[in-house]
């Protein structure tokens, strides 16, 4: 939940404390939530994997009908050969 909290807040700490933050937006919780909510936000959005390893059911989908429309046309273009 401190996740979507902690984007809009902009603050300079030293090091992780349980001091109180003073923001605006407010901040519900201390710098040590602070900073695990910015942790987890920056690691969320840079997580990287192989081309092709995750697929969603749409894009997956998607290449199944091209893979048979691509085998479709290719058994088309043997037997009129």
């Known amino acids: 939940m401190m996740i979507g909290w902690g984007e809009p807040v902009r603050v300079v700490t030293d090091s992780p404390s349980r001091k109180c933050i003073v923001s605006y937006p ?5 710098e ?3 900073l695990r ?6 690691s969320g959005g840079a997580q990287i994997s192989p081309a092709g390893y995750f697929m969603f059911e749409e894009e997956e989908k998607r290449r199944r009908r091209e893979k048979v429309i691509l085998d479709t046309i290719t058994l088309l273009c043997t037997i009129s050969v």
């Open 37 to 42: 909510a910015q942790i987890a936000r920056i």
């Open 26 to 30: 407010p901040f519900p919780g201390n």
């Open 32 to 34: 040590m939530n602070y």
